[in-house]
């Protein structure tokens, strides 16, 4: 077994109460190889943020395990090299089992998602109790859930949303002892996040989503006060990115995300994490469709995915600064 100590990693339970104190979140963004980890750490280094280092089951298994671990550690010294050593929490994304989870913690992670959200509610509290008790074991810090989001991300997909009910939450925190828990108040994973019938349409044709619930989240709140909230499935699904994409060749049709100041409201309650995915995926494609585009004779993938990595920096860092807010909190 391999400790997230000896990576030079931590846990979240001290940047998540620093955080709903601060009001501001940590940036929980996925990466699945070298170029998306160096994004991650040289934007979270630049503007002094800690960060979640998030990986999701399909993530680990085109990563490699092995690999991963000494990703992570290689992160932290990557983070001193630049000159600013910040918090590093590496984390299972939707984890779907006891037996994922604990391979995780065994190998080095230092915080686990076990999502029973599909369940029944009475096995939800016991897979995720299960989880939490062999976590904390090892002082490692896991997230559940209650509620189920809409959409598709890497083997996660519902039709439909089922928002979190707020008379389950004391009930669920009490007898799982978990750390964290994401709620579903109308964000939902992948790009395509709303049917178009859901949304309004501006003139310019830019369709603008449903308002998240806050309602739900609010009276979460009042129900477990001061408790650490996560949200999924937060990417904005920037107009631009899907502009660029689509006119070097994609075919994002109706892509639409959540509203970035919705989220930055997000951020300023119990919500101390936000997980960003798409949007990653989408600066990474714009950049290349374009360079590839405009650079037809071009081979070397370092020439492609420089661009795409240094446009990804550059996301992140407006997440952080303008989104999040966690900027200056490492």
Request: hydrophobic letters at 40%.
């Amino acid at each position: 077994m391999t400790h997230y100590k000896e990576l030079g990693l931590v846990n979240s339970r001290e940047l998540f109460a620093k955080a709903i104190k601060g009001g501001y979140a940590i940036p929980a963004f996925n990466f699945n190889n070298l170029e998306q980890l160096q994004a991650i750490i040289a934007a979270c280094v630049e503007t002094k943020s800690p960060v979640i280092l998030q990986v999701s089951s399909g993530a680990r298994k085109y990563a490699n395990q092995t690999l991963l671990k000494h990703l992570a550690k290689g992160a932290v010294e990557y983070a001193q090299e630049l000159g600013y050593p910040i918090p590093i929490v590496l984390h299972l994304d939707h984890g779907d089992s006891f037996e994922l989870c604990k391979s995780c913690i065994e190998s080095g992670f230092s915080s686990v998602m076990i999502d029973g959200s599909h369940l029944p509610y009475e096995e939800n509290v016991k897979l995720t109790k299960k989880v939490v008790d062999f976590a904390h074991q090892y002082d490692v810090t896991v997230e559940g859930e209650l509620g189920v989001l809409a959409g598709i991300e890497d083997n996660v997909a519902s039709e439909v949303t089922h928002y979190t009910k707020p008379e389950e939450v004391e009930d669920f925190v009490s007898k799982t002892g978990v750390d964290s828990l994401a709620i579903s108040i109308g964000t939902s994973h992948g790009a395509n996040k709303f049917k178009p019938e859901q949304c309004t349409r501006t003139q310019d044709g830019v369709l603008i989503p449903p308002p998240l619930r806050f309602d739900i989240l609010e009276e979460i709140e009042k129900r477990i006060p001061g408790f650490p909230i996560v949200l999924h499935g937060a990417s904005s699904v920037p107009v631009d990115l899907v502009r660029t994409i689509n006119t070097f060749g994609g075919k994002l049709k109706d892509a639409v995300g959540i509203p970035e100041d919705q989220l930055r409201r997000a951020a300023k309650s119990a919500v101390c994490k936000i997980n960003i995915d798409s949007d990653g995926r989408l600066a990474v494609t714009a950049a290349v469709r374009k360079y590839l585009a405009e650079n037809p004779a071009e081979f070397d993938p370092r020439k492609y995915l420089g661009p795409a990595r240094e446009q990804l920096k550059e996301l992140y860092k407006h997440k952080i600064i303008n989104v999040l807010g966690s900027a200056g909190q490492a």
